[in-house]
């Protein structure tokens, strides 16, 4: 089973700041299958972007993500109020789905 | 609009079973896969397994096979997951979600259903 380890595990930023959000696989992703879910407090996750770098429906372009193989990153170009949130990466291989641990992302 | 409604919160005795529902609408039912996800209190997502509407096969994560069953209901649109032989480390929010085959994300989530096991 493929392990998806995301860092940081928290991240302090301001509004209008950048952010950089990680996700590592333990094996190669299969055709890029790998997805980025925003959960808020109280609230079912949300899909952002799939196929590593496809925005879903309504995802404003702030959003990006990027990477293959073994390395993908979701970047937040213009960090706005309701960003702040919980972020999970997701992958599918070999019948099986996983989650990253997740990475909160903080108002500092 | 694509809606995923699920049943609501349980408490369970440890051992006891809980069957949730996950009742879909806006779109065609026996198109989309219905996975059920759970995330205990404070923690990340797990995703448990899925089932095909259209045909009911079933897929199972390792973790839970033995003890969970995934169904559905073409006449109501709802999908059942069955959760057996509970533990309190099965507390948690469960999540129904739909993914169009092949496509490896899931689009549209429910609302959620938390069950509680506690003696």
């Known amino acids: 089973e493929i392990v998806l380890t995301q860092s940081p595990g928290t991240l302090s930023l301001s509004p209008g700041e950048r952010a950089t959000l990680s996700c590592r696989a333990s094996q190669s992703v299969t055709s890029n299958h790998l997805v980025w879910y925003q959960q808020k407090p109280g609230q079912a996750p949300r899909l952002l972007i799939y196929g590593v770098s496809s925005r879903a429906t309504g995802i404003p372009d702030r959003f990006s993500g990027s990477g293959s193989g073994t390395d993908f990153t979701l970047t937040i170009s213009r960090l706005e109020p309701e960003d702040f949130a919980v972020y999970y990466c997701?992958?599918?291989?070999?019948?099986?789905?996983?989650f990253g641990q997740g990475t909160k992302l903080e108002i500092k | 609009q694509v809606q995923l409604v699920q049943s609501g919160a349980e408490v369970k005795k440890p051992g006891a079973s809980v069957k949730v529902s996950c009742k879909a609408s806006g779109y065609t039912f026996t198109t989309y896969y219905i996975h059920w996800v759970r995330q205990a209190p404070g923690q990340g997502l797990e995703w448990m397994g899925m089932v095909s509407p259209s045909d009911g096969n079933t897929n199972y994560a390792q973790n839970f096979r033995g003890r969970v069953t995934m169904t559905r209901d073409t006449s109501t649109n709802t999908v059942y997951m069955d959760l057996s032989s509970l533990i309190s480390e099965d507390t948690a929010v469960y999540y129904c979600a739909r993914e169009l085959p092949a496509t490896c994300y899931f689009d549209h989530w429910g609302q959620g259903t938390l069950v509680t096991v506690s003696s």
């Open positions: 997701q992958q599918y291989g070999s019948s099986r789905y996983t």
